[in-house]
């Protein structure tokens, strides 16, 4: 009998607090939500009436002249299609690319005894205050002096600059130090009882590293792959210094169409809404990885 | 926080130990080649886009070398440097705002970060959902985002509009990007709330990696929920720590795109920051050998900073 | 020695880099087709003006076979970047478009060559339009901005305020007095400067403010300093009005850029280009006032100059890309280009042609304003400096810095670059 009020006195207190809980995700919710609001409303009005909704709710509130003529002023502007496959062409290689090689180098660098490892990792990692803004300009100088192969009049002839490419907007991005740091990191927590006995069996370091260790590292994986994804997508001030030819620029740069003399705020909301959809979906798909994968291996991050 | 420490040594250590001492010499050898083989493509790649044009930098910093300019390129000496801390007021101003944007976001979005990773941590409807949409602010544009908050941060802006109605008009907000006591406390806000979900993303990482065995226990020792966090889930974070106070603290000590975009370094510098300056001068005004010197500045002060951090989280280990 | 030897290692690695890139530059333009020219756009994202574009290019490529026109566009936001890099690079285009006070820049660091125009097409253009370095003509552009202050007439005449003239523009101190007028009567902040823009804006709208008092951005006779000119008494006089017009809460510096708080009438009197008139001719109808900049004592100004098209000195096809110039300047294209893009043409025939601007348009009054106020800006290599410099005063001043110390500062920046640069050549 004690011991049923008990239970019921937990049982009520239990839902109370989850009551509470849901209240302050609520909370939370609306706070990290009202731009992606206001910017989906926003692309579905006028530019006059974004401008004169600004100060109150009706910002957040799809009122008045409602029509998807942004979208479609959108296309009159902007190669959009094209935009966004060289995005995506950008995007995944530089993720994909970035995958193998820093974890690669985060095996080596936490799993393997060579010389100079210390000095490799120090550098990697001072390479993680280097914010890009302040190279840029000598990167500019630097790969426009690189050698590059080019195909033309059907043979392979030499030649130097790197600007108007995709290359150029992928390999200076491929190696990252924050990567290497988090598979270094997330390697080291593997037993090293595993390489041994497969060292004993007769497994090369690189069957190690892929058969062993990758399979194990998930979680690490899809980190990488998220960390690596946004600024790869929301890449602008390389691209708009280095890419020249329309037919090769990225989304990013795209958004500076909308700011003409008269910027067009419809539009503008139009676009980003257009570009951060395929981030969203991602985000999704990789956030499932992450979280099962985590789970199911209940290796310690 | 380890941030020049391996992080890995005692992994290695114990590594190498627990190898047999009479381990043929080839085998060392194809280890050390396999650690060069594996490491050789990220270390290139580093080399040639980043260390490389550092060095370019580093040389250019010791020049009065133009972006646009016929004049012939100089060896300047300490000029730029001498200039920097004696007759740029904007420099020194740009120093403070810095240190004092980091010393603030830091802990708060490392914190706040954490608040959100436990709270969709809990076994409840909807966890995902949450998860998501604290997110979303990371994914959208940083761009579009400041362009956002500097409409919503005018004086007849939403913010104004929400302080209002919560207070019923007794306190009135001021212009906040234009009052030089509150633009840089508005420059934190945006930027704690634009990247939190990110660190939520990695402390939520590090949260499900923790045995449930351990809260187990711990209930069972009678340990109520503040007990439970302090005991297991704080210890149990230690590498994810690490890893979340030197993300945050590099970006923080490398804001630019919201100066940028909402503010230009005004009202009367009181958001300039060091990396907003070095492109301001370096690129705006073509004084790429200054601007490269003010980013030479920039790099010492962070490895000075992460040497400062990994001698304090030392001692507590 | 060591001095030696450091300045051997700037060299070496600066000089690689052009010795290579002019290698670099010799394959590239081999490369390339006999024949092609390319040109670069500010434009991308602008359908009506690049519209006009490939009409002439398409007109132009038709009409002969030895050139061919190869148009890359930018947005303009961007578009400086790009330049910037493809200057470092060495890879600038043939044909470029430019804002116009960046021009001599440009031309004395060697990116450009002289226009070579014939003289009776030059003379045929408005002054502002062409773009003269050191009595070398390296630009002209199809087209002018101006500015004026919007206003409506209602409003005005409600107030009893004057409506100002070409002839007689409003004093100073009428100005003060029908802004304080308004702003007791239901206009909470009655005048928009546009101070919510950034970047180059600042100088183009309120330096010729500026000159108008009797101040200057430099001295432009000798362009060795801003001493006396931006720091004088004139100009203190200036800014401490300007100050004031934000502290009175005559003006404010609050989004969003453009005239839409006029359109929604809750500014009265809107400071701001020939391109948004439009916009506001549909709203506002024959309410709407163009008029005249406010006298501040030196007569009213307005800033000149705005997008021109000039040629790069390494272009290898630099007669064709004269031949194309010279082409593109025919007063039907000037007049798409005015109505499409809402600004005044560079010449009195296509203007008279011109929908808006022709005597009868309702915009006529923007090309009376360019003709009798405008300014070009000092035409000195130093004026990226300046004027980057020229914006953060200000824009401190706006924002309650003192203001004698904040331009004796700006003053200190901008003669220390110039004598950097061996005064810039003059």
């Known amino acids: ?301 | 926080m380890t941030a020049i420490s391996p992080p890995d040594t005692r992994a290695v250590g114990a590594a190498a130990s627990s190898f047999p001492r009479r381990r043929i010499r080839a085998d060392l050898r194809s280890e050390r080649r396999a650690g060069w083989a594996m490491v050789a493509p990220a270390v290139l790649l580093l080399a040639a886009f980043l260390i490389v044009p550092v060095l370019l930098g580093f040389v250019l910093s010791f020049t009065n070398a133009r972006l646009v300019s016929p004049e012939p390129v100089g060896f300047a000496g300490l000029d730029n440097f001498v200039r920097a801390f004696t007759a740029d007021p904007t420099f020194v101003r740009s120093l403070l705002n810095t240190f004092c944007f980091a010393a603030v976001v830091v802990p708060v979005q490392a914190g706040f970060g954490l608040v959100l990773a436990i709270l969709v941590n809990q076994k409840i409807r909807g966890a995902v959902a949450f998860r998501v949409i604290f997110f979303i602010p990371v994914v959208t544009s940083i761009v579009v985002v400041s362009i956002l908050w500097k409409f919503m941060y005018q004086r007849d802006g939403l913010v104004n509009s929400f302080i209002d109605s919560i207070t019923f008009g007794a306190w009135r907000g001021t212009a906040w990007l234009d009052n030089p006591s509150t633009a840089l406390a508005a420059i934190i806000v945006l930027s704690v709330w634009q990247a939190v979900g990110f660190h939520m993303l990695i402390w939520l990482s590090g949260l499900q990696t923790i045995p449930e065995e351990l809260y187990e226990a711990a209930r069972i020792d009678g340990a109520g929920a503040w007990r439970q966090f302090r005991d297991v889930t704080w210890p149990c974070l230690r590498p994810t720590r690490v890893f979340v106070l030197i993300t945050i603290t590099i970006a923080a000590l490398g804001l630019f795109v919201q100066v940028d975009v909402m503010t230009q370094g005004g009202p009367v510098d009181a958001t300039s920051t060091l990396v907003y300056h070095a492109v301001r001068m370096g690129y705006h005004q073509q004084q790429i050998g200054y601007g490269s010197a003010l980013s030479l500045v920039f790099f010492v002060l962070v490895l000075v900073v992460a040497l400062v951090q990994r001698f304090l989280t030392r001692d507590k280990d | 020695m060591k001095r030696k030897s450091l300045s051997i290692i700037v060299a070496a690695g600066l000089s690689a880099a052009l010795a290579l890139g002019g290698c670099a530059r010799a394959s590239q333009d081999s490369a390339g087709a006999p024949g092609e020219i390319t040109m670069w756009t500010h434009s991308a994202g602008n359908p009506g003006e690049l519209a006009v574009y490939k009409q002439i290019i398409a007109d132009f490529n038709a009409s002969q076979h030895q050139y061919k026109i190869v148009q890359q566009n930018f947005p303009q936001g961007s578009y400086n970047d790009a330049i910037t890099a493809a200057a470092a690079a060495h890879k600038l285009p043939c044909l470029l478009d430019m804002d116009g006070p960046v021009m001599p820049n440009w031309a004395w660091a060697g990116y450009l060559q002289p226009l070579g125009l014939p003289d009776s097409l030059i003379n045929s253009l408005l002054p502002t339009t062409v773009g003269r370095y050191r009595n070398t003509v390296y630009s002209a552009g199809y087209w002018d901005a101006a500015l004026s202050i919007f206003a409506r007439r209602s409003v005005l005449d409600k107030n009893n305020i004057r409506i100002p003239t070409v002839d007689k523009p409003w004093t100073l101190d009428e100005f003060d007095a029908a802004v304080t007028t308004l702003k007791a009567n239901g206009y909470a902040t009655p005048l928009d400067l546009g101070a919510a823009d950034t970047g180059e804006w600042w100088s183009y709208a309120y330096s010729p403010m500026l000159q108008s008092a009797g101040g200057d951005l430099i001295n432009r006779g000798t362009m060795k300093s801003a001493d006396g000119a931006l720091n004088g008494p004139d100009a203190v006089t200036f800014f401490t009005w300007f100050q004031q017009a934000f502290t009175n809460k005559w003006a404010d510096n609050s989004g969003p850029v453009g005239n839409q708080r006029f359109i929604d009438n809750k500014v009265a009197l809107s400071y701001t280009g020939v391109w948004n008139a439009k916009d506001a001719l549909a709203a506002v109808g024959g309410d709407l006032l163009i008029l005249p900049p406010v006298d501040f004592g030196k007569g009213p100004k307005i800033g000149g100059g705005s997008w021109q098209w000039g040629i790069s000195a390494g272009c290898p096809n630099a007669d064709g890309a004269r031949a194309y110039l010279k082409f593109s300047f025919q007063d039907s294209y000037l007049t798409a280009f005015a109505d499409s893009q809402v600004v005044i043409p560079s010449t009195a025939s296509a203007a008279a042609a011109s929908k808006y601007f022709s005597d009868t348009g309702a915009l006529h009054q923007f090309a009376v304003l360019s003709q009798k106020f405008a300014l070009a800006r000092p035409a000195t290599p130093g004026y990226p400096v300046i004027s980057s410099t020229f914006e953060k005063a200000a824009k401190d001043i706006m924002n309650g810095a003192e203001v004698k110390s904040t331009l004796d500062t700006a003053v200190q920046a901008i003669d220390t670059d110039i004598k950097s640069q061996n005064n810039y050549g003059f």
């Open chain 1, 1 to 301: 009998m004690a011991a049923h009020v008990v239970e019921a006195g937990e049982r009520v207190l239990r839902r109370r607090r989850r009551v509470w809980i849901y209240l302050v995700l609520v909370g939370l919710a609306v706070f990290f939500l009202f731009p992606l609001v206001f910017m989906f409303v926003s692309s579905l009005k006028p530019d006059g009436q974004i401008l004169s909704d600004l100060g109150g709710w009706r910002a957040f509130l799809p009122l008045g002249d409602i029509s998807l003529r942004n979208y479609a002023g959108v296309f009159d502007r902007v190669p959009v299609g094209r935009f966004l496959l060289n995005s995506v062409i950008v995007t995944v290689a530089i993720v994909g690319a970035g995958l193998v090689v820093n974890s690669m180098a985060g095996f080596a660098i936490s799993r393997l005894r060579w010389t100079g490892r210390g000095v490799v990792l120090s550098v990697v990692i001072a390479t993680l205050i280097v914010p890009f803004e302040t190279i840029a300009v000598p990167m500019v100088y630097w790969v426009s002096q690189l050698p590059t192969l080019v195909f033309q009049h059907g043979q392979v002839e030499y030649d130097f600059g790197w600007l108007d490419s995709y290359q150029v907007q992928i390999i200076p991005f491929i190696a990252n130090g924050f990567s290497i740091f988090l598979f270094a990191q997330y390697f080291s927590t593997i037993p090293t009882a595993i390489d041994e006995a497969a060292r004993i069996d007769g497994a090369g370091w690189f069957t190690i590293y892929r058969r062993i260790a990758v399979p194990l590292s998930g979680p690490a994986f899809a980190t990488v792959a998220i960390l690596t994804f946004l600024p790869a997508w929301n890449q602008y001030l390389w691209p708009s210094m280095v890419v020249q030819d329309e037919n090769l620029r990225p989304v990013m740069v795209g958004m500076q169409y909308f700011f003409q003399d008269n910027t067009a705020w419809g539009e503008v909301m139009a676009y980003t809404s257009m570009i951060t959809l395929p981030v969203l979906v991602v985000f999704l798909a990789f956030q499932r990885a992450f979280v099962s994968s985590v789970a199911a291996s209940g290796v310690k991050g």
